[in-house]
């Protein structure tokens, strides 16, 4: 008899070699063609609806390695909602309108760019986008991302952009809407205003000045001191090109300042400045007066070069954190400057235009850069002798998040959304306590920034966006919007796109017989300026969630970058509750950038740029979705070849369980051969406890979204405990029992039962390979595992006193273990059966042990295993457990040619001389 033909080895058409490269694709295939997503929704219908609403991403570009992370969390998120019996639609958005399009429009055009109109650029630009949403589209499906690719979101749609009009409407409406000049963020290279979130910190060189203002009035009367003296005034600035813009030097009415009779004349200063003034500017000086400023407030300074006044003012913003607490103060360069000038009632000046240069009537130094006159405007203040020092300074300065350039404040006519009006700004303070940030500083982040932030300022003067619905007037100059007339206005977009504004006529726009409300006249005409895109995208509460059947607002989840708290939440929050009263969102999950291997951002010209694209073609969509659930996302995350080479041995130990596991449930029909749970032996007990643990452990992890414990989990308990332990004991009770023995059943039930939760608990990560291994799997089930619901709970398996008696097992195997590498080492035996080991133990271990002993040689995989009461001859001596000695020697007998095992009772049967009394009772 050909023994070997007797045994129950593995049988699977499972392939160890996971090809993910290639397997995956077909897979997504498969999913479109049997209508997956479909399904999913269709097998929603009824049960309790969760919406996770997607932050669309900007349609220019391939997808870099931060939306890989960012589009695979949420796809992990709303399979796990979907498993755990919820209906979660996912659908899918784009941000296609905005500057870097338009950019690359023009970049792509080269000249051709000259001889085209607005509409011209805008349908190029339309095309443009429209490409990359496809490239996009599909590089997210290969990610196994599960969604309503077909019918995505674009902000670029028709009836979105009469959406985004609509809601303007409504600012305008309710009066939060109004055309104010005021100084904002300002690109003179992208020739646009910026909002908050399209602007960045980086270091940037400054020169830092120190100059003197001369007081032009007598101050005897209220500074004794000071009679018959000339005084000045110091301010600080790190922006020279500013000083033409000067009308005011600001003072902090708490403040005590300081007269110091100096080499360059009385100079003022506040007093908790006066020293380390001095020595920044190498003067010795003496104190000769000390006052509060409101003595000056009103008092007149000469401008350094300019035949014009600079009134002294008190304001609460001065610090002395820098420089002299006295401030330079140019009301059309500096939201605190404008907002003190308002109050005081400075004109709102700025010399600068829209290109970033002086205008031609500015005196000395119309028509140049501003930056480059930073050294025109020093070496001025040279030549009238009001510098006092000059250095330069690196220090944060903002930039164009766009095309990284330095920008100015620059008081220009812009559209507003006020954070006074209707009490928005203390009803977003208040919606943000009622929303649930994850992580919970992601609430403090957000507050600050709404308590402090200035006006939104929501025009761009640009051609791609969503024009901003008003009118001036051309008889009279009044600006009109109207909510009546914008409401009109996007209805006609959302059948004819906004593009229609820069086709159709003001007259063919507006409803019939409008006039401007204050003079009459008909003549009426557009608005050039566009809709900051922050706005486009915060709108998609309004656009997206509230029409749909399907989807809800406010929604229970969004989730992004942790830069989104200045950008989408901020813009969401601000246009809900300006217009709802309500945040769009019930919770917010935030997650950090990925990092290069050694903590550093990526960078095409560092060179360390991780690709999606080179990852999938490497490792597989799966190896990389392990990562994203590897990391604890919270937190900036790191990948690098060699993390991602961890994560593929990782991911390649879960799936060699699943095949070793797959190999020996082959034809064992789970609901006839499923063994009870009482009759089970208490090893396949004691992993059915094991496995309950993993359920609850990673159930409650999705719950609470910390997926990277559910890679933790999941590899321990396939490397520790099944693979190192339980797995490693069954082979030879799989291999070589009968096969329909209630031991090789009982056996089969357990395995079936891991690996069916094993496939549905790793399904939301390793998307691909859990359904490729459930198509493999005994029984009926649904067609995929994507259809299925998790495992359910069974607390009644759990047995804590059984579990503590197999922990001591483990701890003596270990110490078994240790022995026989040693005698392994020592040529006393080559493999583990042809040992024999000997224990002993103090009396309690020693009777513990005893209840065992049929067990130990198929525990400790050696031939023979007997306790004893004492050892002769070399022994092995625990470190861990006191008193336990094992002492290895070859195992005797004769080996067993089917099992392996070395028996003293070969031949006992003569039909089967060559194998043991256990494997002759398998084949007869």
Same mark, same amino acid.
């Given at each position: 008899?050909?023994?070997?033909?007797?045994?129950?080895?593995?049988?699977?058409?499972?392939?160890?070699?996971?090809?993910?490269?290639?397997?995956?694709?077909?897979?997504?295939?498969?999913?479109?063609?049997?209508?997956?997503?479909?399904?999913?929704?269709?097998?929603?219908?009824?049960?309790?609806?969760?919406?996770?609403?997607?932050?669309?991403?900007?349609?220019?570009?391939?997808?870099?390695?931060?939306?890989?992370?960012?589009?695979?969390?949420?796809?992990?998120?709303?399979?796990?909602?979907?498993?755990?019996?919820?209906?979660?639609?996912?659908?899918?958005?784009?941000?296609?309108?905005?500057?870097?399009?338009?950019?690359?429009?023009?970049?792509?055009?080269?000249?051709?760019?000259?001889?085209?109109?607005?509409?011209?650029?805008?349908?190029?630009?339309?095309?443009?986008?429209?490409?990359?949403?496809?490239?996009?589209?599909e590089?997210?499906?290969?990610?196994?991302?599960?969604?309503?690719?077909?019918?995505p979101?674009?902000?670029?749609?028709?009836?979105?952009?009469?959406?985004?009009?609509?809601?303007?409407?409504?600012?305008?409406?309710?009066?939060?809407?109004?055309?104010?000049?005021?100084?904002?963020?300002?690109?003179?290279?992208c020739?646009?205003?910026?909002?908050?979130?399209?602007?960045?910190?980086?270091?940037?060189?400054?020169?830092?000045?120190?100059?003197?203002?001369?007081?032009?009035?007598?101050?005897?009367?209220?500074?004794p001191?000071?009679?018959?003296?000339?005084?000045?005034?110091?301010?600080?600035?790190?922006?020279?090109?500013?000083?033409?813009?000067?009308?005011?030097?600001?003072?902090?009415?708490?403040?005590?300042?300081?007269?110091?009779?100096?080499?360059?004349?009385?100079?003022?200063?506040?007093?908790?400045?006066?020293?380390?003034?001095?020595?920044?500017?190498?003067?010795?000086?003496?104190?000769?007066?000390?006052f509060?400023?409101?003595?000056?407030?009103?008092?007149?300074?000469?401008?350094?070069f300019?035949?014009?006044?600079?009134?002294?003012?008190?304001?609460?913003?001065?610090?002395?954190?820098?420089?002299?607490?006295?401030?330079?103060?140019?009301?059309?360069?500096?939201?605190?400057?404008?907002?003190?000038?308002?109050?005081?009632?400075?004109?709102?000046?700025?010399?600068?235009?829209?290109?970033?240069?002086?205008?031609?009537?500015?005196?000395?130094?119309?028509?140049?850069?501003?930056?480059?006159a930073?050294?025109s405007?020093?070496?001025?203040?040279?030549?009238v002798?009001?510098?006092?020092?000059?250095?330069?300074?690196?220090?944060?300065?903002?930039?164009?998040?766009?095309?990284k350039?330095?920008?100015?404040?620059?008081?220009?006519?812009?559209?507003?959304?006020?954070?006074?009006?209707?009490?928005?700004?203390?009803?977003?303070?208040?919606?943000?306590?009622?929303?649930?940030?994850?992580?919970?500083?992601?609430?403090?982040?957000?507050?600050?920034?709404?308590?402090?932030?200035?006006?939104?300022?929501?025009?761009?003067?640009?051609?791609?966006?969503v024009?901003?619905?008003?009118?001036?007037?051309?008889?009279?100059?009044?600006?009109?919007?109207?909510?009546?007339?914008?409401?009109?206005?996007?209805?006609?977009?959302?059948?004819?796109?906004?593009d229609?504004?820069?086709?159709?006529s003001?007259?063919?726009?507006?409803?019939?017989?409008?006039?401007?409300?204050?003079?009459?006249?008909?003549?009426?005409?557009?608005?050039?300026?566009?809709?900051?895109?922050?706005?486009?995208?915060?709108?998609?509460?309004?656009?997206?969630?509230?029409?749909?059947?399907?989807?809800?607002?406010?929604?229970?989840?969004?989730?992004?970058?942790?830069?989104?708290?200045?950008?989408?939440?901020?813009s969401?929050?601000?246009?809900?509750?300006?217009?709802?009263?309500v945040?769009?969102?019930?919770?917010?999950?935030?997650?950090?950038?990925?990092?290069?291997?050694?903590?550093?951002?990526?960078?095409?010209?560092?060179?360390?740029?991780?690709?999606?694209?080179?990852?999938?073609?490497?490792?597989?969509?799966?190896?990389?979705?392990?990562?994203?659930?590897?990391?604890?996302?919270?937190?900036?995350?790191?990948?690098?070849?060699?993390?991602?080479?961890?994560?593929?041995?990782?991911?390649?130990?879960?799936?060699?369980?699943?095949?070793?596991?797959?190999?020996?449930?082959?034809?064992?029909?789970?609901?006839?051969?499923?063994?009870?749970?009482?009759?089970?032996?208490?090893?396949?007990?004691?992993?059915?406890?094991? @496995?309950? #643990? !993993? +359920?609850? &452990?990673?159930? =409650?992890?999705?719950?609470?979204?910390?997926?990277?414990?559910?890679? /933790?989990? %999941?590899?321990?308990?396939?490397?520790?405990?099944?693979?190192?332990?339980? @797995?490693? #004991? !069954? +082979?030879d &009770?799989?291999? =070589?029992?009968?096969?329909?023995?209630?031991?090789?059943?009982?056996? /089969?039930? %357990?395995?079936?039962?891991?690996?069916?939760?094993?496939?549905?608990?790793?399904?939301?990560? !390793?998307?691909?390979?859990?359904?490729?291994?459930?198509?493999?799997?005994?029984?009926?089930?649904?067609?995929?595992?994507?259809?299925?619901?998790?495992?359910?709970?069974?607390?009644?398996?759990?047995?804590?006193? !059984?579990?503590?008696r197999?922990?001591?097992?483990?701890?003596?195997?270990?110490?078994?273990?240790?022995?026989?590498?040693?005698?392994?080492?020592?040529?006393?035996?080559g493999?583990?059966?042809?040992?024999?080991?000997?224990?002993?133990?103090?009396a309690?271990?020693?009777?513990?042990?005893?209840?065992?002993?049929?067990?130990?040689?198929?525990?400790?995989?050696?031939?023979?295993?007997?306790?004893?009461?004492?050892?002769?001859?070399?022994?092995?001596?625990?470190?861990?457990?006191?008193?336990?000695?094992?002492?290895?020697?070859?195992?005797?007998g004769?080996?067993?040619?089917?099992?392996?095992?070395?028996?003293?009772?070969?031949?006992?049967?003569?039909?089967?001389?060559?194998?043991?009394?256990?494997?002759?009772?398998?084949?007869?």
């Open positions: 008899m050909e023994y070997k033909d007797t045994l129950n080895l593995p049988q699977t058409d499972f392939p160890m070699k996971a090809n993910l490269n290639q397997r995956e694709p077909e897979m997504l295939e498969k999913w479109e063609q049997n209508g997956l997503y479909n399904k999913l929704e269709e097998g929603g219908k009824g049960k309790p609806l969760y919406i996770l609403h997607d932050g669309p991403p900007y349609a220019n570009g391939h997808i870099h390695i931060g939306h890989a992370l960012n589009k695979t969390l949420k796809d992990i998120l709303l399979k796990v909602k979907r498993m755990e019996g919820f209906h979660a639609p996912y659908v899918p958005g784009w941000d296609c309108h905005g500057l870097p399009i338009e950019l690359q429009v023009e970049k792509n055009l080269g000249s051709k760019k000259h001889s085209m109109s607005k509409l011209e650029m805008r349908r190029e630009c339309r095309s443009y986008a429209a490409k990359f949403v496809d490239i996009q589209r590089e997210f499906k290969r990610l196994g991302i599960l969604g309503d690719w077909e019918n979101y674009l902000t670029m749609n028709y009836e979105y952009e009469g959406l985004t009009a609509a809601e303007l409407a409504r600012f305008a409406h309710n009066g939060g809407l109004y055309r104010g000049r005021k100084p904002v963020h300002w690109c003179s290279s020739v646009t205003a910026l909002a908050e979130a399209e602007v960045e910190y980086a270091d940037h060189t400054s020169p830092s000045i120190y100059v003197r203002f001369a007081l032009q009035e007598d101050l005897a009367a209220v500074i001191a000071l009679a018959g003296k000339q005084a000045y005034i110091v301010i600080w600035t790190t922006t020279p090109w500013t000083i033409p813009a000067n009308l005011a030097v600001a003072l902090h009415p708490e403040f005590d300042y300081v007269a110091l009779e100096t080499e360059k004349g009385v100079l003022i200063v506040a007093e908790g400045l006066k020293d380390s003034f001095l020595a920044a500017v190498g003067l010795t000086g003496t104190v000769i007066a000390t509060k400023a409101g003595v000056l407030e009103r008092k007149l300074c000469k401008h350094p300019y035949d014009r006044d600079s009134v002294v003012l008190l304001g609460e913003h001065v610090t002395l954190e820098a420089g002299t607490g006295c401030v330079h103060t140019a009301p059309g360069h500096g939201q605190e400057d404008y907002e003190l000038a308002l109050k005081e009632g400075l004109q709102i000046y700025n010399p600068v235009d829209n290109h970033g240069k002086y205008l031609a009537d500015v005196e000395f130094f119309g028509g140049q850069q501003v930056f480059p930073n050294q405007v020093i070496d001025k203040l040279i030549e002798e009001a510098l006092l020092q000059t250095s330069q300074i690196v220090h944060s300065y903002p930039h164009c998040w766009r095309c350039k330095p920008i100015i404040f620059r008081a220009t006519e812009q559209w507003f959304i006020s954070m006074q009006a209707n009490d928005l700004r203390d009803k977003a303070l208040k919606a943000i306590d009622e929303v649930e940030w994850i992580p919970k500083w992601g609430r403090e982040r957000i507050y600050g920034m709404i308590e402090n932030r200035p006006d939104w300022c929501v025009s761009r003067q640009r051609s791609w966006g024009p901003i619905t008003a009118f001036s007037c051309s008889a009279c100059g009044e600006y009109i919007a109207d909510g009546a007339v914008m409401d009109h206005i996007a209805e006609i977009f959302k059948k004819e796109s906004s229609v504004w820069f086709d159709w003001a007259e063919k726009l507006l409803p019939a017989g409008t006039v401007c409300p204050k003079c009459g006249s008909a003549s009426l005409e557009k608005e050039n300026d566009i809709l900051d895109v922050w706005f486009d995208s915060g709108v998609s509460h309004a656009a997206v969630l509230e029409p749909s059947a399907t989807l809800r607002s406010p929604a229970d989840l969004y989730l992004e970058g942790s830069d989104q708290h200045r950008g989408w939440f901020h969401s929050l601000l246009e809900s509750v300006g217009t709802r009263g945040a769009p969102y019930k919770s917010v999950l935030t997650h950090g950038f990925v990092l290069d291997g050694q903590g550093r951002k990526m960078s095409k010209s560092v060179g360390n740029v991780v690709a999606p694209e080179d990852v999938i073609k490497k490792f597989g969509a799966d190896v990389l979705r392990l990562w994203v659930s590897a990391m604890d996302y919270q937190d900036d995350t790191r990948i690098s070849q060699e993390i991602l080479t961890r994560v593929a041995e990782a991911y390649r130990r879960i799936r060699n369980t699943c095949r070793y596991i797959l190999g020996n449930i082959n034809g064992f029909d789970p609901v006839s051969q499923s063994v009870p749970f009482a009759e089970m032996p208490e090893i396949d007990r004691w992993a059915l406890h094991q @496995l309950e #643990i !993993l +359920k609850e &452990r990673v159930l =409650t992890a999705y719950q609470e979204m910390e997926f990277h414990v559910i890679y /933790q989990e %999941v590899n321990g308990f396939c490397t520790t405990e099944m693979s190192s332990f339980y @797995l490693d #004991i !069954l +082979k &009770r799989m291999y =070589t029992s009968k096969s329909d023995s209630v031991e090789r059943l009982s056996a /089969q039930t %357990v395995m079936f039962r891991i690996l069916d939760t094993l496939v549905r608990v790793l399904a939301p990560v !390793l998307s691909f390979t859990s359904d490729e291994v459930w198509q493999f799997m005994p029984g009926q089930r649904e067609d995929s595992v994507h259809l299925a619901e998790f495992p359910a709970r069974h607390p009644e398996l759990l047995d804590d006193t !059984l579990a503590a197999w922990e001591r097992i483990i701890k003596v195997r270990a110490d078994v273990s240790k022995a026989l590498e040693l005698a392994r080492v020592a040529k006393t035996i493999h583990s059966l042809d040992a024999a080991v000997t224990i002993t133990a103090p309690e271990l020693f009777d513990f042990l005893q209840g065992y002993a049929a067990e130990l040689n198929s525990i400790f995989i050696v031939s023979k295993a007997t306790l004893a009461t004492d050892l002769e001859g070399e022994y092995w001596a625990s470190e861990n457990l006191e008193g336990l000695k094992i002492q290895v020697t070859a195992a005797p004769v080996k067993c040619e089917r099992c392996w095992y070395y028996s003293e009772e070969l031949g006992t049967n003569p039909e089967h001389p060559t194998i043991c009394p256990k494997c002759t009772q398998a084949v007869i």
